[in-house]
Every structure is written in C-alpha cells, then in structure tokens.
C-alpha cells in the first residue's frame, strides 16, 4: 500500500508539464540515437548531459533514464528495416526481422518489437519499484568490507559475462581500477600520478573516457565501412500484424520479460547477453526451429522484449547499490554525483522523489515510445539518409564540446581523442571496454572501503569474513570463481582434444 | 556494425589498408600493457605504500600494477603459444588515420585558436576527407556547423567554450 502511496507522490512529480517535456525529449532522441550507428544510448546521454546541468536532479534522470530505454527502442527499427542495428543490443533482431522486412512484413515486425519493448519494459519496472525498497533497506545494514567484497564480486561477474576472453577482460579491470588511483588519494590527499598538473588532481574525466572508449572509436570503426542505406519503410496501415503473429509472440514476449529482468540485475554487457539467451531459448523451444533465420517473428518477439526488460531491472544495482551495471547507467551515476545526489541505499530516505519520479517517469516513457515510435518510423529512417560524411563530423562536434562544457578543461578533449585511439585498437583486436569503464566507476570505492574496512578492524583481514552480509558475498565470489575455474578447465580440454583429433 | 547486406563500401574507404594476424595484434596490446605495468610499479614505489596491514597511497597502485603485469604476461603468452588467433584484422583505413590526426588537431587548438574555428576547420576537413565534396561545399558546412554549435552551446545551454 505503501508502495502505492509513493508511486502516486512519483507520478505527481513525473507529470509536471517540465518533466513531462523531458521525458518526450529524452524519449525522442534516444530513439534518434538508437537509430543512427555511432550513436548508442552511452553517446547519447554524455552528449545532453551539460543540457541536465541546469536542471534539478529529478528532471535530469528523467530525460537521461529516457535516453537510455528510448535508444533500446530505436536500435530495433534500423534492425528490422536495413539489417543495421542501431546498438548492440539490437543485433540479433537483425536474424530475424529484417528475413520479414524482406519477405513484406516489415510492419508487423516493427509493431511487434514496439509492442513488446513496451511490455518488457513496463514489467521490468515493477520489478524495479517491488525489489529495490526492500534490497536498499537490506544493504544499509553493511558495511565497508561488506561492501568491497560486493564491488569485486560485481567486477568478477562482469569478466564471467562478458563477450571477450576472460584474460582480455581481466586487463581490461585490472586497467580500469589503475586509471582510477590518478590524482588526489581520498584518504591521505597524497597526489597520484598527477605529474604536478592542478586539471588531474581530480583524476581522468570518466565521461571523456567513456565517449572516447564508445562514441570516437565507434565512430572511427564505422568510417571503414561507410555505405549507402536502403531501407524498407512500411505504410502506417502496414503494420497491424496477424492474430496468428500474435499468438506466435505471445509466450516469447513473456519469456524474454523475465530473461531480460533477470540478466539486467547482473553487471556487463546483460542487456546485449539477454537478447542473445532469448532468441537460443526461443530457437530451441520452437516446434520448427527451422523458420529462425528466415523471418520468425519469436525470433524478434523475444530479444526485443529481453533488452527493453533489462533497462528497469538495470536500474537496481545502480540506485540499491550505487553499482551500475552497464556502462550507460554509469552516466546516469556521474549525472546524479554532479547534482550531489549519492546512488546507493541512502537514495531512498534522502532522495524519494528522484526515486519515485524516475520510476513513474519510465512508466510514461514507455507508453511516449509505443505512440511515437510506430507512426514516426519513417522521419526516424530517414536520418540514415544523412551522408555519413556529414553525420560523424557533427556527432565528433557535439562529443566534444559535450565532454568539454562537464568540466570545461581542454585536457579532457586530449583523453576523448587518445581513448578514442585506444579503443579503436583495443576493439579490433576484441577487447571488452566496458569492464574497463566499469572498474574505473568503482575503483575509488573499493579502495576506501579496503583501507576504511581494515582501519575498523586495526588491520585485521578477517573482516572481510565477518557478518552474514559478508559471508554471503564471499560464498558467491567463491562459486564464480569455481564455475570460471571448471570453464576454463573444460575449455582447455576440449581445445586440446580437438587439437589433437584433428591431427 | 554498418555492414549491411547489399550495401556497398565508398570508394575513400577502398584504398590504404593494413591487415595484421590477431595474435600479433593481441601481443602489440599485450606489450603496452606491460610497459604500463612496469612504469606504475616503478612510479607507486616512490609513494608511501604503507604496509599490508595499514596501506597507504601507493599500495593499490603498486598492487594493481603487479595485477596488471602478471595479466599482460598472461595475454602475451596465449597470443604466442596457447591460443594464438591467425585470422587477419584490417586496420588504419586511411579515412581513419586521418580522423584521428583530425582529432589529434582539434584537442591542440581547441585553447590556442579558440573553439569554434577550430570546429569549423575540423567539420570542413573532416567532410572533405569522408566524401569528395567541393571545397566551398565543406567550407559551409564548417562555418554552419560552428555557428550551430553556439547557438545551441553556447545562447542555449550557456556553455563556456574558449574565445566564444
């Protein structure tokens, strides 16, 4: 009842004609953004965040959290109608939808992609709305060590799910945790590796190097392959499906709802990782597993609804814990520091109407979405008919007088461009940048609560074992650390084996 | 993730490839990861590190460097010996490289000649370099996109960007 109570006090704030409007801008260009390739919803979100600098924090969560899901809703129409997805999450729609867009069915793989987005995403956020208040409640009762070990714990989940290798992941932290010692020791004021410069005492801007990481290197990767688009645009009266489609998408959409929720929750890649489980879920519960490849729309139905189903359940780590699990709720953590607004246990004592208006803000933006998106799909395809040539210059403009006006220090520009440079190299070669991007938002954290932990505890380790909370987290740190071990061991075996059957 | 079926690569993109196996790839990355390790554990030894019981400032870099040198060694020695990947990997399109020189560019006149000619030049260039546009076109489309970026940077979201 009491959940109610504060929904309702939640939608009084979402439905302020100014939040409204920016949950409708933060809807549209995330759509714009999941559009258009170079231009995930990270990019997106970093490249309005000075816009979100002169509004309170509530209005700016709610036009970046609509940034976030919008972009999950715009990657599947260039899936479907070009076989380009706009983010990566949407790649596996491409099997699929674009067999149907090919085959004169375009319009009913849209709607159905809209159709469930909206409920993946609807149903995620109750999820959101039921488990965050009791987790958060939980996690006030622990403490610093507690705490570090549920950091390391995420960081090793995020090696366990990520694409890369696990030594290449691995690095990837390793790096991250040491670009975040640069500059001032929290603890002692001790300067680390600043070199004497007053701009890095504050450490490396992590939206430069996220944008460099994703947005520059995208971009520098897409020039290699700059082609003509010719997309299959539905009519408007296309896109009613069949009762048949339907009933097809039904079960799939429920299914890929609970994947999509819980793979959001875990730290990594979840949202791109969810749609890939949906559709081998979708593939071998068919009756005709044949037809995936070429145009089932539970190939569309269920993806789609897993990688809108992660963004409300995403959004757990990071406003329980003050842990975000992908890198885009990473910006949304750096958005609300800049207002002065902690994520973690204490946001719903402190903060409930930023808690609450976010939460009734997805639910609107999710409904802004399913009425824009279909009757917009052509104005949103056609900016794929935008010269590329054009496009990435300005997308490299707004990156980086976006990574400028957050601090407004030119050496912000040098890590834009040099972890730009890095992460083209690194992502030829297929290193994951997001584990980097994560240990980096975490590793100032880490490393206090490790030295606060044993300073409680007169330098004693055994902290770290102490309490339940602790015992718990160290129990699963233990088993992954198993599983990843039995993984890794079985791997090797069988490469060996085929290494040598085949001589 | 622009390679679309029945799309077509633009000449610029055609000329001035380099392709290197992923092994050698992997251990180029593998060795600047190393050097980066070594020089972090060089430099953490001049911090206080403090000892394992009362750690100071320089125990986690020096603690993350010798994390960092033992996983590069690691990604050296799969890359040579355990699981080296032959396939070939394209790399430094000349559109690319000159992006990059671009972009280089920008961040060092970014302060000296002010922010938005120094934008303008990049959006010029930048066009110019991706598609064989007329000079005057790219020149526009440089000056339109700097003045764009003040109205809407600088008169909208009153950002501070030097010389404007």
Redesign the interface.
């Known amino acids: 009842m009491q959940t109610i109570h504060y929904l309702l006090d939640g939608f009084a704030i979402a439905l302020t004609w100014r939040n409204l409007l920016l949950c409708v801008m933060g809807c549209l260009w995330g759509t714009v953004v999941g559009v258009l390739?170079?231009l995930g919803p990270l990019a997106g979100m970093t490249l309005l965040l000075?816009?979100t600098?002169?509004l309170d924090p509530t209005g700016a969560v709610i036009m970046l959290a609509g940034i976030f899901y919008g972009a999950m809703y715009g990657g599947s129409t260039t899936s479907i109608l070009?076989?380009?997805?706009g983010e990566?999450a949407s790649?596996v729609t491409c099997i699929d939808g674009y067999a149907m867009a090919r085959q004169g069915r375009a319009g009913p793989a849209l709607m159905i992609a809209a159709v469930g987005s909206f409920i993946g995403g609807t149903l995620s956020i109750v999820g959101l709305m039921l488990f965050a208040p009791p987790l958060a409640a939980a996690m006030l009762k622990v403490g610093p060590a507690a705490e570090v070990i549920l950091m390391l714990l995420a960081l090793l989940v995020i090696s366990f799910v990520s694409t890369a290798?696990p030594?290449?992941t691995?690095?990837m932290i390793?790096?991250g945790?040491?670009i975040a010692?640069v500059g001032i020791?929290p603890?002692?004021a001790?300067p680390?590796?600043t070199y004497g410069s007053l701009e890095l005492t504050e450490g490396i801007s992590f939206v430069a190097l996220a944008i460099g990481l994703f947005g520059?290197s995208?971009?520098?990767?897409?020039?290699?392959?700059?082609?003509?688009?010719?997309p299959i645009v539905p009519r408007l009266r296309e896109l009613l499906p069949r009762r048949a489609d339907l009933a097809a998408a039904a079960a799939p959409v429920a299914r890929g709802s609970v994947i999509g929720f819980v793979f959001g929750v875990v730290p990594g890649v979840s949202h791109i990782v969810s749609t890939f489980v949906s559709y081998a879920v979708e593939k071998r519960l068919s009756r005709h597993p044949e037809r995936f490849g070429k145009g089932a729309i539970e190939g569309v139905a269920g993806p789609e609804t897993a990688n809108n189903a992660t963004t409300g359940s995403s959004m757990i780590p990071l406003l329980v814990l003050g842990i975000p699990a992908i890198p885009s709720t990473a910006i949304l953590l750096s958005a609300l520091l800049i207002h002065g607004v902690q994520p973690g246990p204490q946001l719903l004592v402190e903060h409930p109407n930023v808690f609450w208006g976010l939460i009734a803000s997805m639910y609107l933006g999710n409904v802004i979405l399913l009425a824009l998106n279909l009757p917009l799909v052509g104005l949103f395809v056609s900016l794929l008919r935008v010269?590329?040539?054009?496009l990435?210059?300005?997308i490299?403009?707004?990156s980086?007088?976006g990574v400028?006006?957050v601090n407004?220090k030119?050496l912000d520009?040098?890590i834009?461009?040099i972890s730009?440079?890095i992460g083209?190299?690194?992502r030829?070669?297929?290193?994951d940048t997001a584990p980097l991007l994560l240990a980096l938002v975490l590793g100032d954290r880490i490393?206090v609560n490790?030295?606060r932990a044993?300073?409680i505890s007169?330098?004693?380790y055994g902290i770290f074992l102490k309490g339940p909370a602790a015992r718990a987290l160290l129990s699963a740190l233990a088993l992954i650390f198993f599983l990843q071990g039995i993984a890794w061991l079985l791997g090797f075996r069988r490469?060996n084996a085929e290494r040598f059957g085949s001589g | 993730?622009?390679?679309?079926?029945?799309?077509?690569?633009?000449a610029?993109?055609k000329a001035h490839k380099a392709s290197v196996e992923?092994r050698h790839?992997?251990a180029a990355?593998?060795v600047a990861?190393l050097t980066?390790a070594v020089y972090?554990i060089w430099?953490a030894q001049a911090?206080?590190v403090g000892?394992?019981?009362?750690?100071?400032?320089?125990?986690?870099?020096l603690g993350?460097?010798i994390?960092?040198a033992a996983?590069?060694l690691?990604?050296l020695l799969?890359s040579r010996i355990i699981?080296g990947d032959r396939s070939s990997?394209?790399?430094m399109?000349a559109?690319?490289g000159a992006?990059?020189v671009i972009?280089?560019g920008?961040?060092f006149f970014?302060?000296l000649l002010g922010?938005l000619p120094t934008?303008a030049l990049?959006?010029a260039i930048?066009?110019r370099t991706?598609?064989p546009?007329a000079w005057w076109k790219a020149a526009l489309?440089g000056i339109a996109?700097a003045f764009a970026?003040w109205i809407f940077?600088v008169r909208l979201?009153?950002?501070?960007?030097?010389g404007a």
């Open positions: 390739p170079g000075p816009l600098f002169k070009v076989r380009m997805p990566a790649v290798p030594l290449k691995l690095a390793v790096l945790l040491i010692t020791d603890l002692t001790w680390r590796f520059v995208e971009i520098l990767l897409n020039l290699e392959r700059i082609a003509a688009v010719h010269p590329y040539a054009y990435a210059p300005i490299l403009l707004v980086i007088v400028y006006s407004a030119s520009i040098w834009l461009v730009g440079g083209y190299f690194l030829k070669f297929e290193f490393e490790f030295r044993l300073t007169d330098g004693d490469r | 993730m622009a390679s679309a079926n029945g799309q077509t690569e633009s610029t993109t992923a790839g992997d990355v593998a990861l980066l972090v430099t911090m206080p000892s394992i019981a009362s750690p100071g400032p320089g125990f986690f870099p993350l460097g994390a960092l996983t590069s690691g990604l799969r699981a990997v394209e790399l399109h559109s690319v992006a990059f972009l280089m920008v961040a970014f302060d922010a934008l990049m959006l930048l066009s991706f598609a546009i489309f996109g970026a940077f979201l009153g950002v501070s960007l030097p």
